[in-house]
């Protein structure tokens, strides 16, 4: 479910700001773009991840602005520098006029240059509660996104059903169509068959045009889609499930159609459903 939060949390040793984004999946895959200094919190951060949210693609985003006091500490690592002046000189060496380096440009390494160190525990700790409350922050934008889904797909459901509704009273109509055309056929034909060959054949016809169960299936799915939004619980798997068998009846329904009007309501059977198959994958 597509969705977006900011939040800054103020510590005693500088800023965390972190910055959620969701996107629609079918599981949870989480992304985390972490500090270097705050990689040891990932595993915790990816705990409390999966126990909110069940579905999306997630990318976390985290971001720590150091205090004024902390920032201007800066030591220089020694040994580290000590290595690369000699890494450089050796290589110098073999390079004919090669340019001096500048002192800048040791102290743009990784490592050499670095701010006074912040105790690990305390890090890891306030990333958490920040990253807890960002994380509702988004889990209630998800949710407002969610009621609107809901409306939406209640409203697909109700088209549904009127299109049931409107089907139900034809198939008796059909049956009887079906069944003075073979008859008609039999006489046309002036086929030698007792009423009883007649009958059978009549019978099996009526069964293979009858939609009265897929119809029955149509409105008992209908039920458990509106029980599933009702629960409340991430349903986004079964409702996925429930968009199968609501096209499997549409399409079983539409094989069978034997008037212009029910072959107009199984598209329309099958538009209703595609629209709540696309709404769908945005629920948890």
Not at 218 to 231: F, I, N
């Amino acid at each position: 479910m597509t969705a977006f939060a900011r939040h800054e949390s103020s510590e005693t040793f500088g800023t965390l700001i972190w910055e959620l984004r969701s996107v629609n999946h079918r599981y949870l895959e989480p992304n985390f773009k972490l500090p270097e200094t705050s990689r040891a919190a990932e595993p915790a951060l990816r705990d409390i991840l999966r126990n909110t949210v069940a579905r999306g693609k997630i990318e976390c985003s985290l971001r720590i602005i150091k205090s004024d006091d902390d920032s201007h500490q800066l030591n220089i690592n020694q040994s580290l520098l000590q290595q690369l002046i000699a890494a450089n000189n050796a290589v110098a060496q073999q390079i004919t006029n090669a340019p001096a380096e500048y002192a800048s440009t040791f102290l743009q390494w990784p490592g050499v240059l670095q701010t006074a160190d912040i105790d690990k525990d305390l890090l890891n700790q306030s990333i958490c509660k920040s990253f807890t409350v960002a994380l509702s922050e988004l889990s209630a934008h998800r949710e407002r996104e969610g009621a609107e889904l809901e409306k939406l797909i209640n409203a697909r459901l109700g088209g549904i059903t009127q299109l049931v509704t409107e089907i139900k009273p034809l198939i008796p109509q059909v049956i009887a169509q079906q069944r003075n055309k073979l008859i008609d056929r039999f006489d046309e034909l002036k086929l030698d068959a007792d009423q009883q060959r007649i009958e059978a054949e009549l019978v099996i016809l009526a069964n293979k045009i009858d939609v009265d169960e897929e119809l029955d299936r149509l409105l008992a799915h209908v039920k458990e889609v509106e029980l599933s939004l009702q629960k409340g619980s991430p349903c986004g798997r079964r409702l996925d499930f429930l968009m199968q068998e609501l096209n499997r009846e549409a399409n079983t329904l539409g094989s069978k159609s034997m008037l212009s009007q029910t072959s107009k309501a199984t598209v329309d059977l099958k538009v209703l459903i595609e629209q709540m198959r696309e709404q769908v994958q945005n629920i948890e």
